[in-house]
């Protein structure tokens, strides 16, 4: 029966790859045969009206006054003035199609490298029913969603026991967890935000406990990345009677855990600011021009080793590398054990810098690294970080490492949000896939 499978399985991949090429063979011929010699007009003014996008949406985020909503108007313009020519000169129809097929090459290459890729999901191990669970819920994370979903009865009813984060004082949950587990407790777990999620986390790794995530925050991007229900956070305690295990890395910044990421620069110079929850927008609009200038923030300096990068403007130290080579899973981590940090720089200083980033001549303009550790330093002794979402602001340097399958993560053993496994693109197993394959008899 594996060999019959696997002979469909290939035979199912060596058509997909042949129709890849053969959609990449169709979108050239529509743009030969409709456009013909047109076809050099409409590349160059797509590459121009993205070239004049790119470096006017610059301007806009770094100048001020008139010249800012000059900037935003021409940026609004430039793909309008593309879709005019391509109807004037009736080609509209004819980049539409070879779009569409160009997509169904990509989708068809995508089914056909199912399998070749390394995000696999994380392995899930066996684990026991929990006698003492103890919860921590915040009723104002993510809009009300405790109370809204009755979670504090829900996760009673199941044997939890649970504390409210209420009241206008701040409490010191580490301190709330650390004595649940002294009474007794044998699993953890958090209904908030990422912040809340990760001083917990920090607790359950430190015993080596169980730790339960309940989608109730805001973004829940720990939770998504876990596969966890983020419509229905009360699904989450299906952990507590029908759970598996992850083992997933766990970060620290200056012996501060993290879940999802620690950023430096100019993000998280603007939530520093006073007036930036109550006006997010306006204040970015008004700070960025000076921060992007360097006219206003630390000069930053961060180390990967032997590896040095001077002066970015923002440098983000995920909990895990995040997905660059699908489109659909930017900003999602496809496995939290990786065991190593993501690190991506920005240096960006000019629109000519800005359009460099599309021809990938900026080559220090846009970095990505994967690292076991990272100091950023900086020419001010303390520099604002933003920690899983949280503004703090730390002395310099600053330290990130990470410690590979520190948490034991619970969850439930169906997760509606997993995500599966997208190949990287490689060209070569694909031609070979859609290459004749000789027939040899089987013994």
Not at 83 to 103: D, K, N, S
Not at 194 to 207: H, I, K, N, R, S
Not at 222 to 227: E, I, K, T, V
């Amino acid at each position: 029966m594996s060999l019959h499978y696997e002979q469909r399985s290939s035979v199912r991949q060596r058509w997909s790859a042949r129709a890849a090429f053969g959609a990449v063979i169709g979108a050239v011929a529509v743009l030969v045969v409709f456009a013909g010699a047109r076809t050099l007009a409409l590349f160059a003014v797509t590459v121009s009206a993205l070239v004049v996008g790119v470096a006017t949406l610059f301007w806009f985020l770094t100048s001020r006054g008139v010249f800012r909503w000059i900037s935003l108007t021409i940026a609004v313009l430039a793909p309008i003035v593309v879709v005019v020519y391509l109807v004037r000169a009736q080609l509209l129809w004819v980049a539409i199609l070879a779009l569409g097929l160009a997509a169904l090459a990509a989708l068809s290459a995508r089914a056909a490298l199912g399998g070749a890729t390394k995000d696999a999901p994380t392995p899930e191990h066996a684990a026991s029913i929990p006698q003492s669970p103890f919860l921590i819920m915040n009723p104002r994370s993510g809009g009300g969603k405790v109370g809204r979903f009755d979670l504090k009865k829900r996760a009673e009813a199941l044997g939890a026991e649970v504390v409210l984060l209420e009241g206008p004082d701040t409490v010191d949950v580490e301190t709330v967890a650390r004595k649940a587990v002294e009474r007794g407790a044998d699993l953890l777990g958090v209904a908030g935000g990422d912040g809340t999620q990760a001083l917990v986390a920090g607790v359950a790794a430190e015993y080596d406990l169980p730790f339960l995530v309940i989608s109730a925050g805001t973004r829940n991007h720990f939770a998504s990345d876990l596969g966890l229900d983020l419509t229905d956070p009360g699904r989450c305690l299906d952990a507590l009677s029908d759970g598996v295990e992850l083992r997933v890395d766990l970060g620290t910044i200056d012996g501060r855990t993290f879940v999802n990421n620690a950023s430096f620069g100019a993000y998280a110079q603007v939530v520093q600011s006073p007036a930036y929850r109550d006006a997010k927008t306006g204040t970015i609009l008004q700070m960025l021009p000076d921060v992007i200038a360097g006219h206003d923030g630390a000069r930053l300096i961060a180390h990967l080793g032997d590896l040095e990068i001077e002066g970015p403007q923002a440098v983000l130290v995920s909990n895990g590398p995040y997905r660059t080579h699908d489109l659909v899973g930017l900003g999602h981590r496809a496995r939290l054990d990786h065991g190593l940090l993501g690190v991506v720089t920005i240096s960006v200083s000019s629109a000519r810098q800005a359009v460099g980033l599309l021809r990938r001549t900026h080559r220090h303009g846009l970095t990505q690294h994967l690292s076991g550790d990272i100091t950023v330093d900086a020419d001010e002794p303390m520099i604002p970080v933003g920690v899983d979402g949280e503004a703090l602001m730390l002395g310099t340097p600053v330290r990130c490492t990470i410690t590979p399958r520190a948490l034991r993560v619970r969850v439930p053993r169906v997760r509606p949000g997993v995500r599966p496994p997208t190949p990287a693109m490689d060209w070569v197993r694909l031609f070979r896939l859609a290459a004749p394959q000789r027939v040899g008899h089987v013994r």
